[in-house]
């Protein structure tokens, strides 16, 4: 790293300490939790960034936007660090945007809507929109650390998504600002399905700087646990919840035994042998639940409020990749796929892979619902790992009997991210970032136009 680079960087910023150069805190501002994946863990464990700069505004952002071309230095945008697929990794040094202290929440509208900064993080926002009458449509199981513009760029959905979709979905992402890497940087209003060009991305197309986030009214929520004898029950139960109207949940999730013991923390709510369903109900429901669940051979084993982000237990911290990192703890070789089911065909879909690959895979079911209003049986199961072949062989399987797969073993957005099959991502990347500059690498799809 060159003294013209902190310089050039320092003199684009209103107070210098927001130029960040120690080695130890560019490493850590360089990482994520890539090393759920031992394939990732393997490829990018020794990338890092040259500096890091924490704008406040978005004048701080088109400056160093400026600066990045007129130098050529990529820039790697960076949320609260929370993803899982090395997004916010810089596999070619450079600039490392850290954007979390634009983290003010400017209004929520009277019909719901939050009008924020991206760095906001996502328990702050759910707090506050509580206070107004309305929650957040859904969240990742890193709600503490999350912010809004990483969730957009890098995440796809969570707890509440059993109701309200992906990000994708139902209009949730109304609309945003984004910053672009164009010979003059520029702000650009995108609203409608014009976000698609940027949501979802990882930062290689645009730099979102305002977001226009849809919410939902809030509701009385309550957390439930129920132990069946066997997966199939635990299943058959919670899809019906999950999939019928009558149920108003936030929260449908079902872990196959051993699953359970690896949540230490909560080891009350553990049947010894039980594949365990976990469901967040609206709270008026939950003595109905409860009967339902006995009814189906289920035996509960918790049931209590939930009264927000800093809830004793929360049982979300053990649900969508939380799940994923509580198995880590217990055995390193776990590790995970990203998986869609059918919602028709899950049920032999699980047994071929049963009769396939053992117990070397473990069922972990998150419900969804799509764009359509089906109810999906969306998926993290725990692989143990057995080396790159063994993984890319469950992969390809799964595609073979009809399994949706997001890689989560590939640094790029082609096979990682759900890339869109129109090309909006890539047609935004060469509308936007020419020179190739935003998260260079994780769009292999992109070729940068020849300079002159």
Not at 126 to 145: C, D, F, H, I, N
Request: proline share 6%.
């Amino acid at each position: 790293m060159t003294e013209s680079l902190i310089l050039g960087l320092t003199n684009l910023i209103a107070d210098a300490a927001r130029v960040l150069t120690a080695p130890a805190v560019v490493q850590k501002l360089s990482k994520d939790f890539f090393w759920y994946s031992p394939i990732l863990k393997k490829q990018l464990e020794s990338k890092v960034g040259d500096i890091v700069v924490q704008p406040v505004n978005v004048d701080e952002v088109l400056a160093v936007a400026r600066f990045a071309i007129l130098n050529k230095i990529p820039i790697t945008l960076r949320g609260a660090g929370t993803g899982n697929y090395g997004q916010c990794i810089p596999l070619q040094g450079g600039i490392i945007l850290d954007l979390s202290l634009m983290d003010k929440l400017e209004s929520i509208t009277p019909d719901g809507v939050a009008i924020c900064q991206p760095g906001l993080r996502l328990a702050a926002l759910e707090t506050e929109a509580v206070q107004q009458g309305w929650e957040l449509r859904m969240y990742p199981s890193t709600l503490a650390k999350a912010s809004v513009g990483g969730f957009l760029g890098g995440g796809s959905g969570g707890i509440g998504s059993v109701t309200h979709g992906t990000l994708r979905d139902f209009d949730t992402v109304r609309a945003f600002e984004v910053v672009t890497l164009e010979a003059e940087p520029r702000v650009v209003l995108h609203e409608g399905p014009a976000v698609h060009e940027i949501l979802h991305a990882w930062g290689t197309n645009g730099i979102i700087t305002r977001i226009w986030f849809a919410l939902t009214p809030a509701k009385q929520w309550s957390q439930f646990t129920a132990a069946f004898d066997t997966f199939d029950h635990a299943f058959l139960f919670s899809q019906q919840i999950a999939e019928s109207a009558d149920w108003s949940k936030r929260l449908v999730t079902v872990f196959e035994w051993p699953i359970p013991t690896f949540f230490t923390p909560v080891k009350q709510i553990v049947a010894k042998d039980k594949s365990l369903a976990l469901i967040m109900i609206e709270s008026s429901q939950l003595q109905r639940l409860t009967e339902s669940a006995k009814a189906a051979g289920g035996e509960v084993t918790f049931s209590g409020p939930y009264t927000g982000p800093r809830t004793q237990p929360l049982l979300s911290d053990y649900t969508w990749n939380h799940t994923t990192l509580w198995a880590i703890k217990a055995d390193p070789q776990w590790t995970y796929i990203q998986a869609g089911f059918s919602p028709t065909d899950c049920m032999n879909q699980f047994r071929l892979l049963r009769a396939r690959f053992g117990d070397k895979i473990l069922f972990h079911i998150e419900f969804m619902r799509n764009a359509d209003g089906l109810t999906i049986p969306g998926a993290i199961p725990l692989v143990y790992y057995n080396g790159e072949e063994h993984m890319n062989e469950l992969i390809t399987y799964c595609r073979e009997i009809g399994v949706f797969i997001a890689n989560p073993h590939v640094n790029y957005l082609e096979d990682a991210g759900r890339f869109r099959a129109d090309n909006i991502q890539l047609k935004a990347k060469h509308k936007y970032d020419p020179l190739g500059l935003l998260n260079p690498g994780k769009m292999i799809s992109f070729h940068p136009e020849p300079q002159a």
